[in-house]
């Protein structure tokens, strides 16, 4: 009886222990994810100041751009901050106001990293978090550092909580232990699992309410941790709802400015250079409506809930016929060839091949092509890209398989996030988004996406769907 006491005492600590851990890790990888959409979102606001403010001869308005960004940007943080390409502060804002000659604590090393283009954050004693993002101006240069401050001390409080919780629980387990440690470990297991379960959906963005009917120690962390998902979950409804705002009240000034470069492109026929300079801001210009474009479906998926978008039965042959086509002239191109493998089975009475699923059409064609249109970018000329469609009696596979360049695959876990590019990705314009809406829409009709690849080999996409 006392080795199986001493076991099971040992073996509720190492519980305790790696939930701890566990709790400890997603929450702020959690709260890492949220300060880099902070930053992205404070970046997108920051260019905005830049494309904006520019003088006849080309040159950004330093003093000026400082003086709007912070007018624009001084709420985002408890301080703001704004340093040159040479480390040197050039505006400050603390509690949304404007500080003027203030000699704030900066952390060199921040300034450096995010120069060299990363995000950069460090986290001080008294739990204030300091994270620092590049600029770059439209020669894609990092020509400023916007570093916003945070106070995570909440963070912390809770993550107290929950270390007293666990101890308080781990205290009262091993007194209860001694009457009843069969009784003990069935009402303990389970909860422990639904609460390491809820830390780890977190460290996801998938937020869900988390609720145990006891009034101990271990509905009390259930409670904390209800309450810190749904913060969370209300922030990143906050900012979700802001880039879509922002989408919207982009685009008309976006039309106006790719007409205005159509017809400077068109009318500019002597002077080589100029016509160099509006060719590129007529691309830059569709390259902010597609990202616009892709936002705004993203938010759609934001918005709607699953039972809310149109689905058919649809025989998938079809659907990939019709992608290879309209992807065909894209690929030709580029000297590429487009190979489609259709779905073996037994021929109905029309001698045709039959396989459905239950998706919506419009979206899925966008989703393939989309992942075709990857595999285009990223291949070299004279190469092949294969589309291959098998079945199981339960599912629909989806194959795309490329000989291009290839993903790290340090890197295939984060390639489906939201803005995230590889590093080997610059080869090809891109916003980082269309993975994660080809995820959003494949994962709609209760299916997934699945990668593999090697750098220089090429790579392969996976679609899986539940067959109709």
């Given at each position: 009886m006392?080795?199986?006491?001493?076991?099971?005492v040992l073996?509720?600590?190492?519980?305790?222990?790696?939930v701890?851990?566990?709790?400890d890790?997603?929450s702020f990888?959690?709260?890492?994810?949220?300060?880099?959409e902070k930053?992205?979102l404070?970046?997108?606001?920051?260019?905005?100041?830049?494309?904006?403010?520019?003088?006849?001869?080309?040159?950004?308005?330093?003093?000026e751009?400082?003086?709007l960004?912070l007018?624009?940007l001084?709420?985002?943080?408890k301080e703001?901050?704004?340093?040159?390409?040479s480390?040197?502060?050039?505006?400050?804002?603390v509690?949304?106001i404007?500080?003027?000659?203030?000699?704030?604590?900066?952390f060199?090393?921040?300034i450096?990293?995010?120069?060299?283009?990363?995000?950069?954050?460090?986290v001080?004693?008294?739990?204030?978090l300091?994270?620092?993002t590049p600029?770059?101006?439209?020669?894609?240069?990092?020509?400023y550092?916007y570093e916003?401050?945070?106070?995570?001390?909440?963070?912390?409080?809770?993550?107290?909580?929950?270390?007293?919780i666990?101890?308080?629980?781990?205290?009262?387990?091993i007194i209860?232990?001694?009457?009843s440690?069969?009784?003990?470990?069935?009402?303990t297991?389970?909860?422990?699992?639904l609460?390491?379960?809820?830390?780890?959906?977190?460290s996801?963005?998938?937020?869900r309410?988390?609720q145990?009917?006891?009034?101990?120690?271990?509905?009390?962390?259930?409670?904390?941790?209800d309450?810190?998902?749904?913060?969370l979950h209300?922030?990143i409804q906050?900012?979700?709802?802001f880039?879509s705002?922002?989408?919207?009240?982009?685009?008309?000034p976006?039309?106006?400015i790719?007409g205005?470069?159509?017809?400077?492109?068109e009318?500019?026929?002597?002077?080589k250079?100029?016509?160099?300079?509006?060719?590129?801001?007529?691309?830059?210009s569709?390259?902010?409506?597609?990202?616009i474009?892709?936002?705004?479906?993203l938010?759609r998926?934001d918005?709607?809930g699953?039972?809310?978008?149109?689905?058919?039965?649809?025989e998938?042959?079809e659907?990939?016929?019709?992608?290879?086509?309209?992807?065909g002239a894209k690929a030709?191109?580029?000297g590429?060839?487009?190979?489609?493998s259709q779905?073996?089975?037994?021929?109905?009475?029309?001698?045709?091949?039959?396989?459905?699923a239950?998706?919506?059409?419009?979206l899925?064609?966008?989703?393939?092509?989309?992942?075709?249109?990857?595999?285009i970018?990223?291949?070299g000329?004279?190469?092949?890209?294969?589309?291959?469609?098998e079945?199981?009696?339960?599912?629909v596979v989806?194959?795309i398989?490329?000989?291009?360049?290839g993903?790290?695959?340090?890197?295939?876990?984060?390639?489906?996030?939201?803005?995230y590019?590889?590093?080997n990705?610059?080869?090809?314009?891109?916003?980082?988004?269309?993975?994660s809406?080809?995820?959003?829409?494949?994962?709609?009709?209760?299916?997934y996406?699945?990668?593999e690849?090697q750098l220089g080999?090429g790579?392969?996409?996976?679609i899986?769907l539940p067959?109709a």
């Open positions: 006392l080795n199986y006491l001493f076991f099971s073996s509720f600590g190492i519980i305790i222990f790696a701890n851990k566990a709790i890790y997603y990888n959690t709260i890492q994810k949220q300060m880099m930053a992205d404070s970046e997108l606001s920051f260019r905005e100041v830049l494309a904006q403010h520019r003088s006849s001869s080309g040159e950004p308005q330093t003093k751009i400082v003086k960004a007018e624009k001084k709420a985002s943080g703001v901050r704004i340093y040159d390409s480390k040197q502060l050039l505006g400050l804002a509690d949304g404007i500080i003027n000659d203030g000699k704030p604590l900066i060199d090393k921040n450096e990293k995010a120069l060299s283009g990363s995000y950069a954050y460090t001080t004693e008294d739990h204030l300091y994270f620092a600029i770059q101006d439209q020669f894609y240069e990092n020509a550092v916003f401050v945070e106070d995570i001390s909440y963070f912390y409080a809770i993550m107290d909580q929950i270390r007293y666990l101890f308080v629980g781990a205290g009262g387990f209860l232990i001694t009457l440690s069969l009784w003990i470990a069935r009402n297991t389970k909860p422990i699992k609460l390491l379960g809820a830390a780890q959906s977190f996801k963005q998938e937020f309410r988390v145990l009917n006891r009034k101990d120690e271990l509905g009390m962390l259930a409670d904390g941790l309450s810190m998902g749904r913060q209300d922030y906050y900012q979700k709802k880039v705002n922002v989408s919207h009240e982009l685009k008309t976006l039309a106006a790719r205005f470069s159509q017809y400077l492109v009318g500019e026929t002597e002077n250079e100029l016509q160099k300079i509006y060719a590129h801001l007529l691309q830059e569709d390259r902010l409506t597609r990202l474009n892709e936002l705004l479906l938010s998926f918005k709607a699953s039972n809310e978008l149109e689905v058919e039965k649809t998938m042959n659907l990939i016929q019709e992608v290879t086509m309209n992807m030709k191109d580029k590429i060839e487009i190979k489609v779905a073996e089975e037994e021929p109905d009475d029309e001698g045709t091949t039959r396989v459905y239950n998706v919506n059409p419009m899925m064609s966008h989703a393939i092509a989309n992942l075709v249109d990857n595999a970018k990223y291949s000329s004279s190469s092949l890209i294969e589309l291959k469609l079945h199981t009696p339960s599912e989806i194959r398989r490329d000989q291009g360049i993903i790290a695959g340090d890197e295939l876990e984060r390639v489906q996030e939201r803005f590019r590889a590093k990705a610059s080869t090809a314009n891109g916003s980082g988004l269309g993975l809406i080809c995820k959003e829409i494949v994962e709609r009709f209760n299916g996406i699945d990668i690849s080999k790579t392969t996409v996976t899986v067959r």
